[in-house]
């Protein structure tokens, strides 16, 4: 939706969630996201679901109504983009059959869960920890984070610090008149270790998997910190979000 925001449409998002970003993602991150969406003029219908869309000779006309039901309301569209999750596939794709005979192709020999589904068909060794999976929201700016949320760590009683460094104080994002967005660490309050890292901002996308890979490793806030990053770059905005978790405050902020 926000790629043909830019190239000029008029985009109303209908969530049922109630707030943008779906599960997993922090709402801080959320709040922040759906102010800069807004400002680039995208609009949002939040709490709301879309009980029918009927094509007409003009476009597209949606019924929506509140995610708690009630008075129904209207949009007219000229196109109508459904982006509401994925479901598996599996039949008649011949997986009753004996593992043995499986084959992978070759498109699908590059995909983590493809090559770890291989690796246990065939008896190996199989790591898999879901907390370490980054999820990336490909927009401008992207949203992307690894681990827990804060709202994940407070259900469960974890208690946890934060560290948080704007893009405004970052010279590379200023430098690139790019400087939407934030880069937040969790950090366990104890141990220092990195519970999870939440980016907004351009370049998430890229930046989220050096967090991904400390915390496969299981890395503190301060072993982030503590490696020098190149000079200008934005990925210096994630060592002081960590300085800032680990030790209270970051450098540059």
């Not at 599960?23 to 939040?46: E, H, P, Y």
Request: glycine share 10%; with cysteine.
């Amino acid at each position: 939706g926000s790629v043909w925001q830019r190239l000029g449409s008029q985009v109303t998002a209908i969530e049922y969630l109630p707030n943008i970003g779906g599960a997993g993602i922090d709402l801080d991150v959320s709040k922040s996201f759906q102010r800069i969406l807004a400002k680039q003029g995208m609009k949002f219908k939040l709490s709301s679901k879309v009980t029918s869309a009927v094509k007409t000779t003009t476009g597209v006309s949606v019924s929506i109504e509140s995610a708690k039901g009630g008075k129904s309301d209207m949009l007219e569209c000229d196109v109508v983009l459904v982006c509401i999750g994925r479901r598996p596939y599996t039949k008649n794709l011949g997986l009753e059959t004996n593992m043995a005979e499986c084959q992978l192709m070759k498109d699908l020999k590059q995909t983590y869960l493809s090559i770890l589904c291989v690796e246990g068909i065939t008896g190996q060794a199989v790591h898999l920890d879901y907390n370490c999976i980054p999820s990336v929201i490909y927009t401008h700016p992207e949203v992307a984070w690894v681990g827990k949320t804060e709202e994940q760590l407070k259900s469960t009683n974890i208690a946890y610090k934060v560290g948080k460094f704007p893009l405004a104080a970052n010279s590379r994002a200023k430098t690139n008149a790019d400087a939407d967005g934030f880069i937040k660490v969790l950090g366990d309050k104890k141990t220092d270790r990195i519970l999870g890292v939440h980016l907004l901002g351009s370049g998430a996308g890229e930046l989220v998997n050096e967090a991904a890979l400390a915390m496969e490793y299981g890395a503190a806030c301060e072993d982030i910190a503590r490696v020098c990053h190149a000079h200008p770059t934005v990925s210096e905005a994630l060592r002081e979000a960590s300085m800032a978790a680990s030790i209270g405050s970051a450098i540059n902020f």
